[in-house]
């Protein structure tokens, strides 16, 4: 059984430019939730996909928006980049909707903007 | 607003003692209490997770406490080891459609030899 895969590992931005970081969930999973964590800070949701549909979304601006596709796999992009974006994102998978089926998270990717 | 609050910030506890972080929420309709652990270069990973209809939950050296009235659990490390210094976040959950995970901000535990 596979975990969460999330690519890449790092990535060094300049403000002002686009960025799409990519997920893969854990197999049998079809739900993915996506989060931003900034350094010495818990978590922060962004927004969920289910079934290639955004089913809910946190305190980002548009900016930040997200596909998920059918094999479930899915990307985050943020445009317009800015220092305050710089953080962890973390991929969660899961069985279904419900948060009680419990989340599987990937390592992250590592988001430096300068 | 910080809807789960987490304390404390850092903890160092001897090899063998009991870990002890505590957690406080606001919204009446979080139902779904996990605690995640998180080791430097690592996604957190479920720990043990609890829902509000029982008092306490133990797995192994692990447990959770609920007091529902208070909204407050917390966790408890029993026989701390050093393998177990990682930092911790409670986190809290509706458990409709579209539930989300609240987090803490997180309690960075050192089990020293």
């Known amino acids: 059984e596979t975990g969460v895969t999330q690519s890449p590992t790092h990535l060094i931005k300049t403000r002002g430019q686009q960025v799409t970081l990519r997920c893969s969930s854990q197999s049998g999973h079809n739900t993915v939730s996506w989060y931003q964590q900034a350094l010495g800070q818990g978590p922060q949701f962004i927004f969920q996909?289910?079934?290639?549909?955004?089913?809910g979304r946190g305190n980002f601006p548009p900016r930040f928006s997200g596909l998920q596709f059918p094999n479930y796999s899915s990307e985050l992009n943020v445009n317009a980049l800015e220092l305050d974006d710089s953080a962890l994102y973390l991929c969660?998978?899961?069985?279904?909707?419900?948060?009680?089926?419990?989340?599987?998270f990937g390592s992250g990717t590592r988001l430096t903007v300068v | 607003q910080q809807q789960v609050k987490q304390s404390p910030q850092s903890l160092i506890v001897q090899k063998g003692g009991i870990s002890i972080i505590n957690c406080a929420y606001e919204?009446?309709?979080?139902?779904?209490f996990p605690w995640y652990q998180q080791f430097p270069g690592k996604g957190p990973a479920l720990l043990i997770a609890i829902r509000p209809d029982v008092s306490e939950k133990k797995e192994g050296r692990f447990t959770i406490s609920f007091n529902k009235s208070a909204k407050q659990f917390s966790l408890h490390i029993m026989d701390s080891q050093p393998g177990d210094s990682a930092t911790y976040f409670c986190?809290?959950?509706?458990?409709?459609?579209?539930?989300?995970?609240?987090f803490g901000t997180g309690t960075r535990l050192q089990v020293t030899l």
């Open positions: 986190a809290a959950s509706n458990t409709g459609t579209a539930s989300k995970l609240t």
């Open positions: 969660a998978s899961s069985l279904g909707l419900n948060s009680f089926y419990g989340y599987t």
């Open positions: 919204n009446t309709a979080f139902d779904y």
């Open positions: 996909y289910y079934r290639e549909e955004e089913n």
